[in-house]
Nanobody, 124 residues
């Protein structure tokens, strides 16, 4: 069965850091672009960051630029989202998604596979 699983969420104080992981099972991520998305209560899902299959291209939402970093380790079949200087407005469920075509995922937010999400709460 082809699955993505997020981990690393939790409760953190403003200014703190978390690293989210997105691990694949049943398939390899080598040929897939991977994106991180988030959805806060009462809000629509929004794109956070994307990385191409090779890792050579990345993009970020303006709200997280300079604070979040996406990376991938294809040997471990895992993609990461390092989140620093977290703010209360970063509170959301974070999802990872995979798609073979970068623009399909990172422009159109259409993933072939989606994880179940991990909760990130930023609060004092």
């Amino acid at each position: 069965q082809l699955q993505l699983a997020e981990s690393g969420g939790g409760l953190v104080q403003p200014g703190g850091s978390l690293r989210l992981s997105c691990a694949a099972s049943g398939f390899t991520l080598d040929n897939y672009a991977i994106g991180w998305f988030r959805q806060a209560p009462g809000k629509e899902r929004e794109g956070v960051s994307c990385i191409s299959s090779s890792g050579s291209s990345t993009n970020y939402a303006d709200s997280v630029k300079g604070r979040f970093t996406i990376s991938r380790d294809n040997a471990k079949n895992t993609v990461y989202l390092q989140m620093n200087s977290l703010k209360p407005e970063d509170t959301a469920i974070y999802y990872c998604a995979a798609a073979r075509v970068f623009t399909r995922l990172c422009v159109l937010s259409k993933g072939d596979y989606w994880g179940q999400g991990t909760q990130v709460t930023v609060s004092s």
